[in-house]
């Protein structure tokens, strides 16, 4: 495998159902991301993790629950979610120096449909 | 405030036409500036990045974008646009955080 990679690639859940959405980045990168992706909004930056350790949450709904066990994989675990949280979600990764302006490297994103 | 606005939310030209894509960003500091462009089904897939110093910058897939500061504007071009160029096109602005500020995006169609 090479770059980032996204499982699952599609994703239907029902609003009271536990689900988790995984990243794997192959690049070396120390810097990992989620961002939400929906229809004719420009992306959201969820959480972010730099070495392992989380460095941005952007007024998410608890309902999203990031983990970041070392710097090659990111968590997304999702919980009862509401039908407006269906989206294309995004995994990203970098290189810390630089923070955010780094060029980020993207996974295909996992479409979430909550029903 | 921060941001970046793309005023074209579509744009359709011919195949071999020459492309011209729209950003102008807002932000207070030395900007870095991306465009990446998302196939559909895709993530996001850098074409090009300014930081410093020549405000031409060449991309891949025969893309370029120029910095103008007076402006405030980073603007794609392609000179002779193929069909496989259709897809969505996002510039952004990175922070000194770990923020990226992304455009809502340009959604480029090309037409036999």
């Known amino acids: 495998e090479t770059g980032v990679t996204q499982t699952p690639r599609h994703l239907v859940m029902g609003m009271t159902n536990k689900k988790s959405l995984k990243c794997e980045q192959h690049?070396?990168?120390?810097?990992m991301y989620w961002y939400k992706q929906s229809a004719k909004k420009p992306l959201e930056l969820m959480f972010v993790?730099?070495?392992?350790?989380?460095?941005e949450n952007n007024s998410v709904p608890s309902r999203f629950s990031p983990e970041c066990p070392n710097s090659s994989h990111l968590f997304l675990h999702l919980h009862t979610l509401q039908p407006e949280d269906s989206a294309l979600y995004l995994c990203?990764?970098?290189?810390?120096?630089?923070?955010?302006?780094?060029?980020?490297?993207f996974g295909p994103g996992t479409r979430l449909t909550v029903l | 405030a921060q941001s970046v606005t793309q005023p074209d939310i579509h744009i359709t030209v011919s195949e071999g036409a020459s492309l011209e894509l729209r950003c102008n960003y807002s932000?207070?500091?030395?900007?870095?500036l991306f465009w990446y462009v998302q196939s559909p089904g895709q993530g996001l897939q850098l074409l090009l990045k300014?930081?410093?110093?020549?405000?031409l910058v060449q991309g891949i897939k025969g893309f370029e974008a120029e910095f103008k500061r007076s402006q405030s504007s980073f603007n794609l071009r392609k000179p002779s646009v193929h069909w496989s160029d259709a897809a969505e096109y996002f510039c952004?602005?990175?922070?000194?955080?770990?923020?990226?500020?992304f455009g809502a995006g340009t959604r480029l169609f090309v037409k036999a």
């Open positions: 990203a990764s970098s290189q810390t120096k630089g923070g955010g302006r780094s060029s980020q490297f």
């Open positions: 300014y930081f410093s110093g020549d405000t």
């Open positions: 690049l070396g990168h120390n810097a």
């Open positions: 993790y730099s070495l392992e350790e989380r460095v």
């Open positions: 952004a602005v990175g922070t000194g955080g770990f923020k990226t500020i």
């Open positions: 932000y207070g500091a030395t900007p870095y």
